[in-house]
């Protein structure tokens, strides 16, 4: 059996988060949607621009994931990995859940520096 790396307080904590960090996240697309719709260009060429983008951005975990207490670590690195929250936001979590996502992303970051 799999160790548990974080505890049932940060779950329940993940739980009462997540809906305001995402919240937060989808604010900023949305200032960056305005951003594109205003920009210069042809109505058309903006409209598809910004489908596209919405199209991609929905797949994003600051925008949908699945919540389950397996993929509970792993969520926590996506939306760290894709900017929706940093590990400032993880301050009230436990320790324990602190140094696995510290360890997870440390070794992230080595395997894409391996790549270059």
Not at 54 to 83: A, C, H
Request: glycine share 6%; hydrophobic share 30%; with cysteine.
């Amino acid at each position: 059996m799999q160790e548990q790396r974080f505890t049932k307080r940060d779950w329940t904590l993940f739980r009462s988060k997540i809906g305001d960090w995402q919240e937060a996240y989808m604010g900023r697309l949305c200032g960056e949607y305005i951003e594109l719709l205003s920009g210069d260009g042809d109505p058309s060429e903006k409209f598809w621009q910004l489908e596209k983008r919405i199209r991609s951005d929905k797949r994003n975990p600051g925008v949908q994931l699945e919540m389950t207490r397996t993929n509970f670590i792993y969520n926590i690195i996506s939306l760290i990995s894709n900017d929706v929250i940093s590990m400032k936001d993880l301050e009230d979590f436990s320790d324990k859940l602190k140094e696995t996502v510290r360890v997870f992303l440390e070794r992230q970051s080595r395997d894409y520096s391996d790549e270059d």
